[in-house]
């Protein structure tokens, strides 16, 4: 079982719902990015989205898209993302890393190929991928070399979505479904849209993979509020908005200080 499954089993189990941060790899750099993931595993973060810097982002809002300029300005090649993860994952520990999964551009994954991509984030230790601008029509090869190695593809449904073509997005992908919260871009929000329950729950009438929502969370009350429709709450931008402002500071400082943030934000709302 992919240990994503395995996550959302015990999380049932336990009546609990998942957190799961996003940070970009290599910001502000590959080092930094290894010791956030072990902080957040070790503050209690289910699953950990790692963003692949690509310089045209389709749906990321200013905060990720300046996170990713930061890395490429280091000629960040993917290739050492893998490694770097790579390591990460099969280093000894005294707790088990949460699992990873990576959000990365359909158009990076194309380039390297299809095939090789995918072993490359198997030997890398990673659960799964979201490629947010696959659409579904195209999604098939990926979907089958995926679930071939065992990982997750993660497709997005937004409040846009045709209930249509919802239905197909739910049965091509695997590991969980990403509702969108709102239309557009990611970052923080104040407010977040109404009909989201509603949405959410019909979701959960066409598919039993779990539904996490994400775009625009970024305070207790927010996930106060999601907790009871979904199986879990994404939280970008404000982790990554607080990383590029501590960029200066030291990494064992800055790391502190993000896994204080995560662990507040997850108490604070009851998680």
Known sequence: MNRIDQTFQDLRARGQKAFLPFITAGDPDLVTTEQLIRELSRRGANI????????DPIADGPIIQASYTRSLRQE???????????????????????PLVVMVSYAIVFRYGCQRFVEAAKGAGLCGMIVPD?????????????????????LLVTPTTPRERAIEIARVSSGFL??????????ERVTLPPGIAEQVAWLKTITSLPVCIGFGISRPEHIQMLAPVADGVIVGS??????????????????????????????????
């Open 48 to 55: 950990i989205e790692i963003g692949i810097p690509y310089s």
């Open 76 to 98: 960040l090649k993917l290739d050492a993302i893998f490694q770097s993860l790579a390591e990460l994952t099969s280093a000894p520990s005294d707790k088990p890393l949460s």
């Open 134 to 154: 696959l659409p579904v029509e195209e999604a098939a090869e990926l979907s089958t070399i995926a679930r071939r190695n065992g990982l997750a593809l993660i």
């Open 178 to 187: 990403y509702y969108v919260s709102v239309a557009g871009i990611t970052g």
């Open 238 to 271: 404000a982790i990554v908005r607080r990383i590029g402002e501590g960029a200066g500071k030291p990494r064992e400082q800055l790391v502190n200080e993000i896994g204080e943030f995560v662990a507040g934000l997850t108490k604070a709302a009851g998680l």
